[in-house]
Each structure stands twice: as structure tokens, then as C-alpha cells.
């Protein structure tokens, strides 16, 4: 299930746990691993509400307990400033 937070200029961010295109075979079956282990940063995808582009990040595995609304906005507003 997506999580919403919506950042200082008023975007609305939805964001998930990347899983698409990860396999065992393929390019992304190291991060499979990790998804599966719950070890090591997992990528989160956030989408925006108005025209900014998405962004991945690479957070903990408990991101979606662990980290606030507020600390996700600031990881989102740096991923966008790199």
C-alpha cells in the first residue's frame, strides 16, 4: 500500500517499496535478496502529484514504520536537489 505525504510546496508524494523487475535470474536479484532477507536499504519509488519527476530512494527495510512524514519529505526534497 502506498504511502502519501505531501511536501512543503504543497506536492503530494506517493510512495512504495519498488518490486517491480527484481528476480532471482535477473539484473535485480541482489535487491530481491535483500527485499526478501529484510536486510540492507530497499529502493522506495515516490511519485508526485503535480509535475515534479519521481524519485527513488534507498531506505531501510522498516522505512514505512521507522521514518516519519517529515523525515520522508527531507529525503525526498534531497534525492531531488542531487
Known amino acids: 500500500m502506498p504511502r502519501e505525504v505531501t511536501d ?3 506536492t503530494v508524494w506517493s510512495c512504495a517499496q519498488a518490486y517491480a523487475g ?3 535470474d535477473g539484473e535485480g ?8 532477507a529484510g536486510g540492507g ?4 519509488v515516490c511519485t508526485p502529484s503535480g ?3 519521481t524519485v ?3 531506505l531501510a527495510p522498516d ?4 521514518l516519519g512524514d517529515d523525515a520522508l519529505v527531507g529525503e525526498i526534497e534531497s ?3 542531487s
Open 63 to 66: 522505512w514505512e514504520q521507522s
Open 8 to 10: 512543503g510546496e504543497g
Open 41 to 44: 536499504p530497499v529502493e522506495v
Open 51 to 53: 509535475g515534479a519527476k
Open 29 to 36: 536479484g541482489a535487491a530481491a535478496s535483500r527485499a526478501e
Open 22 to 24: 527484481l528476480s532471482e
Open 79 to 81: 534525492r531531488r536537489r
Open 56 to 58: 527513488r530512494l534507498e
